[in-house]
Protein backbone atom coordinates (compact mmCIF):
# COMPACT_ATOMS: atom_id res chain seq x y z
CA UNK A 1 0.00 0.00 0.00
CA UNK A 2 3.18 2.24 0.27
CA UNK A 3 3.59 2.51 -3.31
CA UNK A 4 -0.28 3.46 -3.70
CA UNK A 5 0.43 6.19 -1.27
CA UNK A 6 3.73 7.46 -3.08
CA UNK A 7 1.47 7.41 -6.29
CA UNK A 8 -1.15 9.87 -4.80
CA UNK A 9 1.88 11.86 -2.56
CA UNK A 10 3.78 12.32 -6.13
CA UNK A 11 0.11 13.35 -8.17
CA UNK A 12 -0.64 15.54 -5.75
CA UNK A 13 2.50 17.51 -5.58
CA UNK A 14 2.18 17.58 -9.31
CA UNK A 15 -0.95 18.80 -9.74
CA UNK A 16 -0.34 21.49 -6.90
CA UNK A 17 2.91 23.29 -7.37
CA UNK A 18 1.54 25.15 -10.76
CA UNK A 19 0.97 28.96 -9.61
CA UNK A 20 -2.88 29.40 -9.37
CA UNK A 21 -5.14 31.23 -6.85
CA UNK A 22 -4.56 29.25 -3.97
CA UNK A 23 -0.82 29.59 -3.89
CA UNK A 24 -0.82 33.22 -4.67
CA UNK A 25 -3.02 34.24 -1.82
CA UNK A 26 -1.00 31.81 0.62
CA UNK A 27 2.11 33.43 -0.49
CA UNK A 28 0.86 37.13 -0.54
CA UNK A 29 -0.48 35.94 3.14
CA UNK A 30 2.89 34.72 4.20
CA UNK A 31 4.67 37.67 2.82
CA UNK A 32 2.60 39.94 4.52
CA UNK A 33 2.84 37.65 7.85
CA UNK A 34 -1.02 38.09 8.63
CA UNK A 35 -2.84 34.50 9.43
CA UNK A 36 -0.38 32.85 7.25
CA UNK A 37 -0.88 29.72 8.80
CA UNK A 38 -4.22 29.84 9.41
CA UNK A 39 -4.75 30.33 5.71
CA UNK A 40 -2.37 27.17 4.92
CA UNK A 41 -4.05 24.94 7.29
CA UNK A 42 -7.43 25.84 5.55
CA UNK A 43 -6.38 25.40 2.19
CA UNK A 44 -5.16 21.88 3.33
CA UNK A 45 -8.73 21.19 5.09
CA UNK A 46 -10.46 22.60 2.06
CA UNK A 47 -8.15 20.44 -0.65
CA UNK A 48 -9.00 17.24 2.07
CA UNK A 49 -12.35 17.69 1.72
CA UNK A 50 -12.29 18.14 -2.13
CA UNK A 51 -9.99 15.17 -2.93
CA UNK A 52 -12.26 12.71 -0.62
CA UNK A 53 -15.01 13.87 -2.05
CA UNK A 54 -13.52 13.58 -5.59
CA UNK A 55 -12.06 10.01 -5.34
CA UNK A 56 -14.72 8.62 -3.04
CA UNK A 57 -17.56 9.32 -5.67
CA UNK A 58 -18.04 13.19 -5.72
CA UNK A 59 -16.53 13.32 -9.72
CA UNK A 60 -19.45 11.35 -10.76
CA UNK A 61 -21.82 14.43 -9.36
CA UNK A 62 -19.88 17.65 -11.05
CA UNK A 63 -19.67 15.44 -14.48
CA UNK A 64 -23.43 14.81 -13.75
CA UNK A 65 -24.93 18.20 -13.47
CA UNK A 66 -24.62 20.77 -15.93
CA UNK A 67 -26.14 23.72 -13.64
CA UNK A 68 -23.65 23.07 -11.11
CA UNK A 69 -20.76 22.60 -13.27
CA UNK A 70 -21.50 26.65 -14.68
CA UNK A 71 -22.57 27.73 -11.39
CA UNK A 72 -18.91 26.81 -10.23
CA UNK A 73 -17.27 27.73 -13.72
CA UNK A 74 -19.07 31.78 -13.89
CA UNK A 75 -19.06 31.95 -10.36
CA UNK A 76 -14.89 31.31 -10.72
CA UNK A 77 -14.46 33.65 -13.69
CA UNK A 78 -16.15 36.42 -11.91
CA UNK A 79 -14.03 36.09 -8.57
CA UNK A 80 -10.78 35.62 -10.62
CA UNK A 81 -11.79 38.84 -12.66
CA UNK A 82 -11.93 40.81 -9.38
CA UNK A 83 -9.24 39.56 -7.58
CA UNK A 84 -7.32 39.84 -10.76
CA UNK A 85 -8.25 43.44 -10.89
CA UNK A 86 -7.16 44.22 -7.23
CA UNK A 87 -4.20 42.77 -7.60
CA UNK A 88 -3.36 44.87 -10.50
CA UNK A 89 -4.29 47.83 -9.23
CA UNK A 90 -1.95 47.41 -5.92
CA UNK A 91 0.66 46.84 -8.70
CA UNK A 92 0.38 49.82 -10.23
CA UNK A 93 -0.59 51.86 -7.35
CA UNK A 94 1.35 55.47 -6.85
CA UNK A 95 1.63 54.61 -3.13
CA UNK A 96 2.37 50.68 -2.83
CA UNK A 97 2.91 51.33 0.98
CA UNK A 98 -0.43 52.36 1.47
CA UNK A 99 -2.06 49.88 -0.14
CA UNK A 100 -0.17 47.26 1.30
CA UNK A 101 -0.88 48.85 5.31
CA UNK A 102 -4.63 48.64 4.05
CA UNK A 103 -4.56 45.23 3.25
CA UNK A 104 -2.66 44.48 6.31
CA UNK A 105 -5.69 45.64 8.07
CA UNK A 106 -8.14 43.38 6.88
CA UNK A 107 -10.25 41.39 9.30
CA UNK A 108 -9.20 38.03 10.12
CA UNK A 109 -12.75 36.81 8.77
CA UNK A 110 -12.26 38.92 5.43
CA UNK A 111 -9.17 37.23 4.89
CA UNK A 112 -11.07 33.27 5.67
CA UNK A 113 -14.02 34.88 3.04
CA UNK A 114 -11.51 35.42 0.42
CA UNK A 115 -9.57 32.55 0.88
CA UNK A 116 -12.93 30.32 0.52
CA UNK A 117 -13.51 31.99 -2.67
CA UNK A 118 -10.21 31.76 -4.07
CA UNK A 119 -10.62 27.65 -3.19
CA UNK A 120 -14.01 26.84 -4.13
CA UNK A 121 -14.57 29.10 -7.02
CA UNK A 122 -11.98 27.97 -8.81
CA UNK A 123 -13.21 25.09 -11.24
CA UNK A 124 -9.49 23.42 -11.61
CA UNK A 125 -10.06 22.55 -7.85
CA UNK A 126 -12.71 20.66 -9.26
CA UNK A 127 -11.12 19.47 -11.97
CA UNK A 128 -8.12 18.21 -10.56
CA UNK A 129 -9.84 16.51 -7.41
CA UNK A 130 -13.02 15.46 -8.87
CA UNK A 131 -12.33 14.47 -12.55
CA UNK A 132 -8.60 13.68 -12.46
CA UNK A 133 -8.14 12.31 -8.89
CA UNK A 134 -11.31 10.93 -8.93
CA UNK A 135 -11.20 9.05 -12.29
CA UNK A 136 -7.54 7.63 -10.97
CA UNK A 137 -8.80 6.70 -7.67
CA UNK A 138 -12.28 4.34 -8.57
CA UNK A 139 -9.10 2.49 -10.08
CA UNK A 140 -8.38 1.22 -7.07
CA UNK A 141 -10.07 -1.22 -4.65
CA UNK A 142 -11.45 0.21 -1.36
CA UNK A 143 -8.48 -0.01 1.11
CA UNK A 144 -5.59 1.45 -1.45
CA UNK A 145 -7.95 4.06 -2.89
CA UNK A 146 -7.72 5.47 0.56
CA UNK A 147 -4.11 5.06 0.78
CA UNK A 148 -4.19 6.86 -2.62
CA UNK A 149 -6.81 9.41 -0.67
CA UNK A 150 -3.92 10.09 1.84
CA UNK A 151 -1.10 10.65 -0.33
CA UNK A 152 -3.02 13.71 -1.89
CA UNK A 153 -3.82 15.14 0.94
CA UNK A 154 -0.30 14.89 2.84
CA UNK A 155 1.20 16.72 -0.29
CA UNK A 156 -0.94 19.31 -0.15
CA UNK A 157 -0.32 20.27 3.74
CA UNK A 158 2.54 19.69 3.17
CA UNK A 159 3.02 22.21 0.53
CA UNK A 160 0.94 24.77 2.09
CA UNK A 161 2.66 24.49 5.10
CA UNK A 162 5.83 25.05 3.31
CA UNK A 163 4.70 27.73 1.33
CA UNK A 164 3.07 29.81 4.41
CA UNK A 165 6.61 29.43 6.10
CA UNK A 166 8.60 29.62 3.63
CA UNK A 167 7.07 33.18 2.29
CA UNK A 168 7.20 34.25 6.09
CA UNK A 169 10.98 34.02 6.29
CA UNK A 170 11.44 35.65 2.82
CA UNK A 171 8.76 38.72 4.32
CA UNK A 172 12.02 41.08 4.74
CA UNK A 173 12.76 40.64 1.27
CA UNK A 174 10.00 40.44 -0.80
CA UNK A 175 8.02 43.05 1.24
CA UNK A 176 9.15 45.91 -0.53
CA UNK A 177 7.44 48.29 -2.55
CA UNK A 178 9.03 47.05 -5.93
CA UNK A 179 8.88 43.19 -5.21
CA UNK A 180 5.24 43.84 -4.07
CA UNK A 181 4.25 45.71 -7.50
CA UNK A 182 5.89 42.25 -9.23
CA UNK A 183 4.04 39.48 -7.29
CA UNK A 184 1.01 41.53 -7.29
CA UNK A 185 1.11 41.61 -11.17
CA UNK A 186 2.48 38.33 -11.88
CA UNK A 187 -0.75 37.06 -9.86
CA UNK A 188 -3.15 39.62 -11.58
CA UNK A 189 -1.82 38.36 -14.51
CA UNK A 190 -2.67 34.67 -13.43
CA UNK A 191 -5.80 35.36 -12.20
CA UNK A 192 -7.00 36.64 -15.65
CA UNK A 193 -5.32 33.91 -17.25
CA UNK A 194 -7.39 31.36 -15.33
CA UNK A 195 -10.22 33.24 -16.17
CA UNK A 196 -10.03 33.54 -19.47
CA UNK A 197 -9.45 29.10 -19.55
CA UNK A 198 -12.65 28.69 -17.47
CA UNK A 199 -14.67 31.25 -19.45
CA UNK A 200 -13.80 29.21 -23.06
CA UNK A 201 -14.43 26.30 -20.93
CA UNK A 202 -17.84 27.36 -20.53
CA UNK A 203 -18.65 28.42 -23.56
CA UNK A 204 -17.29 24.85 -24.57
Same mark, same amino acid.
Given at each position: ?55 ? /? ?78 ? /? ?7 ? /? ?40 ? /? ?16
Amino acid at each position: MWAVYLQGALLGAAMILPLGPQNAFVMNQGVRRQYHLMVALLCALSDMVLISAGIF /GGSMLLSQSSLMLGLVTWGGVAFLLWFGWGAMKTAFSKNITLASTEVMKQSRWRIVATLLAVTWLNLHVYLDTFVVLGSL /GSQFSDEAR /GWFALGTITASFVWFFSLALFSAWLAPWLNTPRVQRVINAVV /GVVMWGIALQLARQGWQ
